[in-house]
Every structure is written in C-alpha cells, then in structure tokens.
C-alpha cells in the first residue's frame, strides 16, 4: 500500500532532550515536507526537501533540523526540544517535477508534547 | 504567493450537495487550485486539484470561475463522514510549497 509513515504516534518528552521523529514514504517521491499544526494557527510548514541532499526551510523552522540522506526518509530532528514544540506534526510527500498535477500523501501524524 | 479566503465554517444536511466556496483573486495563470480535507487529527487527504476546467472524480467536483478568482468544491451528496475541515490552496510552483490557510469547517447534520 502507498503510503507514508511516521513514527512514533505519539511521544512525551522533557525539555531538552534530543529526539528525532521518523518519516518514511513508499512511492519514490521526490518531494517530503513537514508540518506542524497547532490550534488556531492551522498547518505550518516547518522544512521541505525536493530531492535527496536538497532541504530548505519553510514558515517556521526555528528549533529543528532535517535530513535527506535517502529518498524514502526525510527524518526531523529536535536537539533541544522545548514546550513551545508542543504540537501535531505532519510528513508529507509527492511526486515532482512534472508540473503541478499531484496531490500530497500525508502521513498519520505526530503528537508531540515538551514538558 | 497566491492566498486563498474560505468561510470558517457550514452546516450542509445529510444526504444534500455540500458547495464549499473559495476566493483566490490572485492566482496568476500557472497555479493550480487544490481541495484537502482533515477528518479531527488525521492526516490531510487529497481530494481534486483543478487549472481553468471543471474538474469531477470519485469524491468531488470542482468548480472554477472562469476569470480563475473563485472556485467552488462540491460534495454531491455529503454523509456524517464528510464532516471535516476542507482546505483550499493554491500552489507555488517555483518552490513546490504549499500554504495551508485555516479552512471551512464542515458540519453535516443528521
């Protein structure tokens, strides 16, 4: 089944404590995203990536870091996770390249909560 | 970047078309128009994009002004499990990224 997956689901951490939430995606796409949705602010973009080694940042990419060392894997990486990063995240990917003509797959989501 | 305008939320009657409207005045001409919707927490789920033509499948059809500053997503006959918040957005082609705005709540009533 095509899909992307993200691990874990859920996930209580304290503040400061390096962690790295995984997302992995089936259908060779080039393009991975990730978001972040908070109440009342909707979904953020936080980094993307259009091809292996290719990252750039999106709307809010204070306090993260990513990889692309893989095609399929576009890890986000927290170094010192803070309250503040208190939210449901969202990988994404798609096909690119060929125009505008696809939709994303999303993954199942993240529920991260920093205390 | 092109944004887009919904209303914050409607109510549709089970078993009714559900017509959800969006504004995009500033779409330039390569920008395609793409509809997603969020079942509570759960992942975005792509339903219909669409350029300048009318677009129809499984889920929905989409509708677009011809002067491209409006489109309107049209669920034909909307069930409980239509209840969502639907996403209209406009993409950026020279970056691939896409901008989630906030989105129309959809209620359907029983």
């Known amino acids: 089944e095509a899909q992307v997956t993200q691990n874990p689901r859920y996930l209580i951490t304290v503040t400061g404590k390096k962690l790295t939430v995984t997302c992995s995606q089936n259908?060779?796409?080039?393009?991975m995203s990730w978001y972040r949705q908070d109440p009342g602010l909707g979904l953020r973009q936080i980094y993307y990536?259009?091809?292996?080694?290719?990252?750039d940042k999106g709307d809010v990419p204070e306090g993260y870091k990513v990889s692309r060392k893989e095609k399929r894997n576009f890890p986000l990486i927290l170094e010192s996770p803070s309250p503040n990063q208190t939210s449901l995240y969202f990988c994404?990917?798609?096909?690119?390249?060929?125009?505008?003509?696809?939709?994303?797959?999303f993954g199942s989501g993240t529920r991260l909560t920093v205390v | 970047d092109a944004k887009t305008t919904q209303p914050t939320s409607m109510d549709c009657a089970e078993g009714r078309a559900a017509n959800l409207p969006c504004n995009h005045s500033?779409?330039?001409?390569?920008?395609?128009v793409y509809w997603y919707r969020q079942i509570h927490s759960q992942g975005p789920q792509y339903i219909i994009h669409g350029l300048k033509n009318n677009e129809t499948n499984e889920m929905a059809s989409l509708i677009i002004t011809e002067d491209r500053k409006s489109s309107t997503l049209i669920l034909p006959h909307a069930t409980l499990r239509d209840t969502a918040v639907y996403y209209c957005?406009?993409?950026?082609?020279?970056?691939?990224?896409?901008?989630f705005g906030k989105g129309t709540r959809l209620h359907i009533l029983p």
């Open positions: 957005i406009v993409r950026v082609r020279r970056d691939d990224k896409i901008i």
């Open positions: 500033t779409i330039s001409g390569n920008e395609y």
């Open positions: 259908m060779n796409h080039e393009y």
């Open positions: 990536s259009m091809n292996v080694e290719v990252t």
């Open positions: 994404a990917s798609s096909p690119y390249g060929q125009g505008t003509n696809y939709g994303y797959t």
